[in-house]
């Protein structure tokens, strides 16, 4: 439920849904290499956003719901790391000044609270 907007050095590979827009100035965008698709396209548009953003919703409060698994809370950066599938949990913001690398399956699941 968010607009994109400017991030220095930033990108975003794939196609993403934003809403609401309704002015559509933030669902076009430099920084995107496919489509950002807003409740203002086509008519099938406005029904699949409505599915995805319940969709997040309820992924968000079954995340928020989880227990840390990885003896976290980190602190600061957390760029240059290998993480594992789990739940971390941070006390500060988390900072992201190089690569992260997520390792695991398609079925794992990782959780940044």
Do not use: H, W
Not at 37 to 43: H, L, S
Not at 68 to 93: C, E, H, K, R
Not at 97 to 110: E, H, K, L, N, R
């Amino acid at each position: 439920k968010i607009c994109i907007t400017t991030a220095p050095s930033s990108s975003i590979i794939g196609d993403i849904g934003v809403s609401p827009d309704a002015s559509k100035e933030f669902s076009t965008s430099s920084l995107i290499t496919s489509f950002a698709y807003a409740p203002t396209d086509n008519p099938s548009t406005p029904a699949k956003l409505t599915i995805a953003v319940s969709d997040m919703e309820t992924a968000y409060t079954d995340a928020s719901q989880r227990v840390d698994t990885q003896g976290s809370p980190l602190t600061g950066s957390i760029g240059g790391l290998i993480m594992i599938a789990g739940v971390y949990t941070f006390n500060t913001a988390i900072i992201i000044d190089a690569d992260v690398t997520f390792s695991g399956g398609v079925d794992d699941v990782f959780i940044l609270q």
